[in-house]
Each structure stands twice: as C-alpha cells, then as structure tokens.
C-alpha cells in the first residue's frame, strides 16, 4: 500500500475555511503517496491520532509563528498569525519528532520544525536581499549554496541551486539536534535538517511550485523513507 502523507493547512479566522493549495497535494501524488489534510484543532488527541495512519509528515507554507513560542514579543512586521494553527502544527512536529516519523517542511514548516525543536526565528529579514519575489511562483529568484554532504546535497546533487522565495521570517537560533545544509547569499538560512539518521528537513523554498528534478527528488525521499517506516 502506498504511504499516507499528512499535509497540514491553514483555517479561516473568520470563516473557518480550510486552505491548501493543490501543488503540495499533486507533488505527494506523483511522488507515489496519498496527501491526507490535517485540519488544525486544539480538540485533545487529535494530533496523536492524525499521526497514527500517517507515515509521513508534510508542513505546509502559511503564516507567520507567533514568537511567544521561543519567548519574544512581536515584532511591528509581524504579519498573520492563527494560534490554532500554530499550536497543532507545533503538538504534531514534537509527536513526529518523538515518533521517528519522517517530516519535510516547506516555507513555515522549516520555521515550525526550528521552533517545535527548540529554535528560535528572525521575524523581519533585514539583509538587504530581497526574499519576496514579485513574480511567479514558479518562477527561479536567487540562488542557494548546499552543503554537499547534507542529506539535502545528497538529493539534490549539487552545491548550488536557485530557488523562489516567498518569506520574511526566517530561522534564527538554530534547534538543538539540527544542521544547517544549504544558505543563501546574505546568509539567510534556506534549509535544516536532523543531525540524526531520521528524515526530518525543513526548506525554506516552494518546491511544490517547481518543475525541475531536485524538487521532484525532494518529494519522492520523503514518500520512500514513509514507506519504509511504515512496513
């Protein structure tokens, strides 16, 4: 059987719509999974169960974290932050973490596996480059430099790879347990991973948006290593 993902997503405050844009769904899907949504919820218990038919763990892009979860107040760049969001997504990465589940982040979920982890975030990148791309999602924006012998260079293959971009907050103090494996120009930290043999890897990045081989390599490791797991 194939490997079920949980895709995590966003809820309305107001209308309490759930959202979730259908490339993370499609790029489990070709990489041989089934996308599962994880609806957020303080409900007691839901996250332990929604990880009892997951083999694996997709965090999605969203929002911004709320910094009282590494203990700072909030910034006046700030931007839009759901407590119920944050609080599930922050339970379900410390059960993943705990149960040896394999997780990849995208955007928000490598902020919320460094936050979950113990880590900490810049909440307004001032670096000078812009991490904001005024173009299309699938569009290549700047480049980012690997760490050959991460397992994120062992993916991708390369040492350098350009990327979209689409965040203001980014990963400050780095969680005990994890690695820096690539960076870009200012030294914005584009993506972590555990120091451990398990497969947890937060990007900053979409990868879902793009069409090239190391983003599709990308989603079929996290798929492989979930079926592993779970025979």
Same mark, same amino acid.
């Given at each position: 059987?194939?490997? #079920? ?13 759930? %959202? ?20 957020? %919820? ?41 407590? #119920? ?9 410390? +059960? ?37 791309? /005024? ?22 293959? %390369?040492?350098?790879?350009?990327? /979209? ?34 497969? #947890? +890897? ?25 079926? +592993?797991?779970?025979?």
């Amino acid at each position: 059987m194939k490997p #079920v993902i949980g895709l995590t997503c966003d809820v309305g405050v107001e209308n309490g719509l759930l %959202t979730l844009r259908r490339q993370y769904l499609d790029a489990i899907i070709r990489a041989g999974g089934i996308p599962v949504v994880l609806p957020p %919820t303080r409900e007691p218990g839901q996250a332990e169960t929604c990880l009892e038919f997951c083999q694996g763990l997709l965090l999605t892009g969203g929002g911004d974290v709320d910094p009282s979860y590494w203990g700072e107040p909030p910034s006046p760049a700030l931007g839009y932050v759901s407590p #119920v969001r944050d609080y599930f997504e922050i339970t379900l990465t410390n +059960l993943a973490l705990a149960a040896g589940k394999p997780i990849l982040g995208i955007c928000r979920g490598i902020q919320v596996i460094n936050v979950a982890a113990g880590g900490s975030l810049c909440q307004d990148l001032q670096t000078g480059m812009n991490h904001q791309q /005024n173009a299309p999602r699938t569009q290549l924006f700047h480049d980012i430099f690997i760490e050959t012998t991460s397992r994120l260079g062992q993916i991708y293959m %390369t040492c350098q790879a350009g990327v /979209n971009s689409f965040h203001h907050q980014a990963v400050a103090r780095l969680a005990p347990g994890f690695k820096v494996s690539a960076t870009s120009l200012d030294g914005t930290i584009e993506a972590i991973e555990i120091n451990t043999a398990g497969f #947890v +890897l937060g990007v900053q990045w979409h990868p879902e948006d793009l069409e090239d081989k190391c983003s599709q390599a990308l989603f079929r490791e996290l798929v492989a290593v979930a079926e +592993l797991s779970g025979r």
